[in-house]
């Protein structure tokens, strides 16, 4: 693809990324974005953090990292508790069995 430029933005074609923006479209968007957040996993505390040192700093993103792998850790312990043989998962939270039994 070759390099093109342009003296303004008003210069440039408009981008063609996506020719229809229709409910399929969003449902895309909202699968990509939780499969992200699952993917991602990781929870950072909200706001502005002022410190007095760098040392304090660097205590405080170990301290939330330590935090997310042992919440990693404990959900990923859940899954194994919760899947069979063939990695399905099949019982709610409430202790029922969602999987057909079979005669």
Request: charged share 40%; glycine share 4%; hydrophobic share 30%.
């Amino acid at each position: 693809m070759p390099v093109q430029k342009f003296r303004s933005v008003e210069d440039m074609p408009p981008v063609d990324w996506c020719r229809t923006i229709d409910e399929d479209f969003f449902r895309r968007v909202a699968k990509l974005w939780s499969r992200s957040s699952a993917l991602s996993g990781r929870i950072y505390p909200r706001g502005v953090f002022k410190f007095r040192s760098i040392e304090e700093a660097q205590q405080a993103r170990e301290r939330v990292t330590r935090e997310n792998i042992e919440r990693l850790r404990q959900e990923r312990a859940a899954v194994e508790r919760n899947t069979d043989e063939h990695g399905r998962t099949g019982t709610h939270r409430d202790g029922k069995d969602e999987r057909p039994s079979c005669p």
